[in-house]
Each structure stands twice: as C-alpha cells, then as structure tokens.
C-alpha cells in the first residue's frame, strides 16, 4: 500500500530523512517508532504529501506523491501530531464540513458524519461545540475528521500524546476497529508501550534512518516473544537458551532473558521442563508483557552491533 | 455549495452577528438623517464601507489561511479535495463574507444617494466600490500566501503588514479614481482615454491579476504542480502596460519631453527589473531549493526545473532578454535616441545582477535570520551613501561605480559587471560550504 524508495528531505540547517526505504503492507497496522527528532514527522509528512521531498519517491496505493498529490491527498486521512478543531463549530458541523471537504454531498456528508461520530464514540455529542470537548474526546473528533472520508490510508503522528490510561485503550480498540474496516495505518510514537495493543509490524527510525533496513515483523503466529526470569544468576543463561532449537534470544542478562520460540503450546511445554532439566531455577516464565519494546531493542541492539 | 465558503458562513454570518451588523448601520442612517451634517452626510456611508470592507476586510483577508496555520488546521484543510480555485474562493468570499454583509448595505445606500444626486456615477459606483474592496483582500490575501512561503505568520504584525499591502492597494485605486486631480485624460499607447474609464478598466484587470495571483499561490500551497507561466504573462502584461504610458509622473520631465522613444524603450526593462527586486524581496532564500534546482538542471530534467523556479528568476530572465535586446537597439544606431546607450542598459543589467546576489548572499548566510534587512541597508548604502563619501573625498565621477549613467560609457557597464561576479562568487561559496556541510546518504 505505501512504497517509499530512497527518501531524502532537507531543512535548510538539517538533512531530516537519510534515503529511507520501507514498504508498508495493506490493511496493516503499522508502529513507527524512534526517539524524538528521528524523523518520524517528516516522513508522515511526505506520506501525506505535504512537503515535498529533496529525492526519492513515494507511492500510496500506486500513485506518486510528485505526480499525484491531490489524489493521494483524497484517499488519505491525517492527524497531526499538533492538530486543531473548529472549537465554535458543533462536532456534527466540524464532521459535515470534514465530509464537504472531500467532495461529499450536503446529504452524505451528513450521514458520514453520523457514521464517524459513531465510529469513535461521540454519537451523544454531536451537537456540543468543539471546544466544550476534554482532550480525550478531542482526538476522537479529530480521528473522526480524518476518516469521515473512509480513507485507505491511515497516518497518525503521535495520536496518544497526552491521553489517559482509560482514553488509550479506547484509541487502541478504535484503530484496530479501523484496521478491521480495511484501512491501512501508520501510526507513530516515541512510547513503546502504547503502539503494542495494536500495531502488526514496527519501523524503527532514528536519526533520519530506517533502522535494522526493514520492517520488524510483530505478533508471529508462530514466534511467541517469551520472557524467563531466574532465582539465581546464570552466566550462560543466553548460550543456553540459544542451544535449543526454535529460540532467538533478544535480549539477556544474569537473571532474566526475552526470546523469540518458534512453534505452539506443546513447544513451550517441551522448553521449559527442558530449562528444568538443565538446572535452571525458574521463577517465572510466560509471554513478555512488553513485546514491542523488546522487539525495538533488539533491532537497535542488532544495527549497534553491525555498525 | 463550496465547503470552505459552507464553513465560513456558519462562522461568519450567525444571525446575531448579521443582526447586529444591521441596526448598528441603520442607527448611523437615521443619525445622518437627523443631525445637520451638511455635504460630509454625503460620504458617511462611503466612509463606512472603506472602514468596513478595506480595513477590517482586508484583516479577514489576511487572517484567512494564517489563521488556520496558526489554529493548526491548514493541513487538515490541505488534505482536503477541495480545488485550488474553491479554496480560493471560500477564503477570500467566505472569511470576509460578514464584512461584505456590511459592506453591501453601505453599497446600497451610496447607490441610493447616486440615484438620487448624481445618476451618472451610479454605474461607476456600483462597479468601483466591490472592485475596489475585493482588490484590497484579495491583495492582503496574495501577501499572506507569500509569507507562508517563508514561514511568517507566527506574529500578530505579520498579519498587520498583509493587511497594510492590501490597505495600500485600496488606496493607490482610491487616489486614481476619487481624486478629483488625476480626472484628466489618458495617454495611453497613442490613444487618448478618459480618465476615469482607463482607470476603472485598470481596476478590472489589476483585480482580475490579483485574483490569478491567489489561485495561483494556493494551488502551490495544496501541493498541485504549478509551472510559472502566468507569472511570465504578468510581468509582461506589466512592461507593456507600463511602457505605453506617455508620461510617468516619477520621471525625469526633460525625459518625457525630450526622448520619448528612449522612455518606452528604458520602461519595460526597468519594469522588468522593479519586478525582479520585488520578488526576490519576497520569496524565500532556500538553499535547499537552490541546490535541487542546480541538481536537475544538472540532471537534464527541465520540467522538473521549470516547475519549482522561483519568480525573481523569471522576472531576471526576461529583464535580461528585454536589457540586451534594448541595448542592441542603442548600439543599432536608430535615430531619436538621445538618452539610451547600450552601455547604459548594460550597466543596468550588472547592476541588477550584483543586487541579486546582495539578496542571496544575505539570504543564505549561516545563522542569518533576518536577511532581507541587511540587504536592503546594504542597497541603501551602495546607491545613496557611498557615491557621496567618494565625491566628498576627490574621486572623480564615483556615481558611475554605483547608478547605470549615460556619459559613463563602457567603463561603467565593465564596473558594474565587476562588482555583480564579485557578490556572485560569494554567493557561491557560501552555497558551496553548505552542501559540504550536509551529511552524506
């Protein structure tokens, strides 16, 4: 669905995107993560075709950003990491203007309108002024506004900054909802732990780069992502560990490791009587709880060796 | 109806505000009605509508989109499908749609004043006073997309100095067709107009221009390949429309009287050349840009080029190719000629040359943020300061160093082409330093 090949933009202090490549799969969700100042904005940003790059091309659903960007601009849907609303308009008037906007009809805008607001949420608001909304129900409006269209391309720049806990697990359940519906989404953010309820595979960036050169395949069927934490300290507990066939050890120290287990339930069972066996003291032993930030460290522990 | 121009008007014309708009207006009506305020009665409501559609207009104007990017709304409304022309549309119509209100009202009533005083100035009212507001805001409009392109629409000033632009705008058509003064006829390409037609014709088409200028500027904004093709026609509909003028008020009178032919020759260079300072005045300074564009040209991919040229070097290209077509005339030899040489026009060129690359090399210096400024002081030194230390000091003929003189001959084209590869060189190496700068992909 996206295919970006040797992407280079330039501020004039800056080189902010070093040749990226990357290529993201339909109807996927997909993290982009890195820390802040790698470049992330500007890549969604040239996504989106709003800036245009000093080189390399970008194709959304096979149209070129440089040739075609008003109808890469109709088939996407883009939230900014700072956006704004139209505080003294009605949520149903900011969503009817949204659908306008995209070349609706006054009849249908209405009616997509209805369908957003109840998409994300705000089906009892919509005759509130914008403004009167908290910050949660804000970034509902504003997603809203972004997919009134029914975009095939979802972009969202940080779209948890500043929810709470109860209004990122509502974000979570809307964008795999949207994912369902058959959207593609890229979704960016510097916090790990927000992008793993829902994203499918992961893009690392930093300093301008695609770190690691390729997207980091998440939620394998068949690789279960596994954390082993130990009672007493093991020096070989990451050579161990790697003699067994079916594991990909991520990330080791003395008393704890999170590997990566080809194979099902009856694999793990095997595994870890195994351990067992082999004199390990094993207090605790089960999915890692936080597979995405593993997943991350490990690519960028990967390219530090490389490199 | 068009979104933008839908969204403005749930904002603008609420029925409070319209309500408003109109017992206020009415009370003045019935004030000038009642209280003896003799002939100054009459210009009440012409008053208002310059108040209400000039100067609070030309504000909405300029408010239009940089108020979006200030409430980070812009590119929500650049993704959107609307077309550079409906956006155009719904910005300039639908942000200033209240003050039209009021505006249309106070029409209204000059129009009704006309009928009833004087009827024959009703159809040039009726035609003067929206053209002449529209102007305004779509001129505070066309500045505020040109300041976008270098990023200043942060302060509440920058929206004063669009709003100004159009003000003045506003003011130029005022003077030329309310000043009892200018009533006299026109000379204008061998014919003889009258005044007030040619310059309400003028309004028509500098308002048409300044309605190009805006789509134009928004579909660069919304990302649509734009080639700079009406720029090129502007900037020749300029030199023509300047060059067939019998007299130029801010021209030398022994000039007008005594070389005319050597006028409309001179004219449509200078016009060229006004241009290209105005517009590298205006746009940014991106090396970025400059790079690319060196990259292409490089690459042999002149569309690519032509669509990301900026318009001073347009403006530059076609003073150059008019410059030395005009010189070669000088040199030909034609009779009548009594000012024009061709060293002159040469000169002229070199000097225009190395005042480009005055703005480049303040506009691309490292940590230069304002650079804009310390051309123009720079300008203001080489052409008003300097010729006079050195005369003060004994050297002889230093005006020639600095102003393309008649009696300066080759000597002072050869000076001024100096001085511009000398300011180019430096250009050039601060460009060069930069790239060597940047990281390698």
Known sequence: MIEVENLVYEYPSKRALKGIGLS?????????????????????????????????????????????????????????????????????????????????????????????????????????????????LRQRLAIAQAIVHEPKVVLLDEPAAGLDPMARRDLSKLLVSLKESGMTLVVSSHILSELEDYSDEMIIMEDGRVVGGAPVQLRQQQRALIRVQLASARNDLAALLSRHSGVEVLQSDNVSASFRLLGDAQSRVSLLRALVAEGLEIVSFGDAPHQLEAAYFAEVNREAQVS | MNAELQRNFWLELTPRRMTQMAVVLALILLTVNVTPLGRASEFVFEFLFYAIVVLWGTQSAALAVVGEIRGRTWDFQRLSALTPFEMTLGKLLGATSYVWFGGLICLLIILARDLRDDPSRFFADLFYFPAMGLLSQAIALFASLVAIRRRQTRTQFSAFQYQAVGVLAAYVVWQRLRDPLRSSDVMWWGWTIDGQEFHLASL?????????????????????????????????????????????????????????????????????????????????????????????????????????????????????????????????????????????????????????????????????????????????VLYLILPRLLGAAGVPEPAMLFYPLPLAGWIGAIFAWVEAAAMWFLVVSIRGKQTAALPQT
């Open chain 2, 204 to 380: 028509a088409v500098f308002l048409a221009w300044a309605l190009i200028g805006c789509y134009r500027l928004m579909r660069v904004e919304l990302q649509v390949q734009t080639y700079p093709t009406v720029w090129l026609a502007f900037i020749l509909f300029m030199a023509a429309y300047m060059a067939g003028f019998e007299s130029l008020s801010f021209l030398p009178q022994f000039l007008q009287a005594n070389d005319p032919l050597s006028l409309r020759l001179m004219v449509p260079v200078a016009t060229l050349a006004f241009l290209t300072y105005v517009a590298v005045l205006f746009e940014p300074k991106d090396h970025v840009l400059y790079r690319w564009l060196a990259e292409m040209l490089a690459k042999g991919r002149t569309l690519a080029v032509m669509s990301r040229l900026q318009c001073w070097m347009i403006a530059y290209a076609a003073a150059m190719v008019s410059g030395i077509a005009v010189a070669l005339v000088g040199m030909s030899g034609i009779s009548g000629l009594a000012f024009l040489t061709a060293p002159m026009v040469v000169a002229g060129l070199g000097f225009l040359t190395r005042d480009l690359g005055i703005f480049l090399f303040f506009g691309l210096a490292p940590g230069q943020k304002r650079g804009d400024m310390p051309a123009i002081i720079t300008l203001g």
């Open chain 1, 24 to 136: 993201v799969r339909p109807n996927t969700i997909t993290a982009l993560v890195g820390p802040n100042g790698a470049g992330k904005t500007t890549l969604l940003r040239c996504l989106a075709a709003l800036d245009t790059p000093y080189d390399g091309t970008v194709h959304i659903a096979g149209l070129n950003t440089r040739d075609s960007p008003r109808a890469i601009h109709a088939l996407l849907g883009y939230l900014p990491d700072f956006y704004g609303l139209y505080d003294a308009l009605s949520v149903e008037r900011c969503l009817i203007f949204a659908a306008l906007a995209h070349g609706f009809t006054a009849a249908k805008a209405k009616e997509a309108a209805v369908m957003a607001a109840e998409r994300v949420g705000l089906s009892d608001r919509l005759a509130n002024p914008a403004a009167e909304l908290s910050r949660g």
